[in-house]
């Protein structure tokens, strides 16, 4: 189930912290921009009564760039955060999606139908630009596929929390 705009609890802190540079200085930085900017938006995903994925994405309109996702270890390749973005696609009827990323997660992306570019960086790393269109009806106008996201669910329900 989707919860939108969840409490920043330490359980979403942490979910969300999978995906950030591992320096307190900067992980406690970016939660209190969570706090203070109203375009940073945190999306979870609730199976059970159990927080099992959480992301955290800069809304602009019908446009967003994923700023963070991660997935509880325990629960990590059974769907949930393809489940948690389709459902975000929805919510916010969104038409593009952006992230970047590295080659631990670039599949991730590729198998949501995200098209990539290689992008430089100063760490000597490969990154990723990573864009996907929708198209009116949640069809990706990269790939011209329904955004099923390969998962066999209930509809998603809102609770905000």
């Given at each position: 189930m989707l919860l939108v705009h969840p409490a920043?609890?330490?359980?979403?802190q942490a979910l969300l912290a999978?995906?950030?540079?591992?320096?307190?200085?900067?992980t406690a930085h970016t939660f209190q921009q969570y706090h203070q900017r109203t375009d940073w938006q945190v999306f979870a995903w609730q199976?059970?009564?159990k927080i099992v994925c959480a992301a955290g994405l800069q809304v602009d309109g019908h446009s967003a760039e994923i700023l963070h996702i991660g997935t509880d270890p325990l629960h990590s390749g059974q769907g949930y955060g393809r489940a948690l973005l389709q459902a975000v696609i929805r919510e916010l009827n969104l038409m593009q999606?952006?992230?970047?990323?590295?080659?631990?997660?670039?599949?991730?992306?590729?198998?949501?139908?995200?098209?990539?570019t290689e992008i430089p960086n100063p760490w000597n790393i490969r990154r990723y630009r990573c864009t996907l269109k929708v198209s009116p009806g949640g069809v990706s106008s990269c790939t011209g596929t329904p955004l099923r996201l390969g998962l066999t669910?209930?509809?998603p329900r809102r609770r905000r929390g």
């Open positions: 920043l609890t330490p359980d979403i999978r995906a950030m540079f591992p320096d307190p200085q900067r199976i059970r009564g999606v952006r992230a970047d990323t590295d080659d631990s997660s670039i599949g991730f992306y590729r198998k949501l139908g995200f098209t990539d669910l209930p509809a």
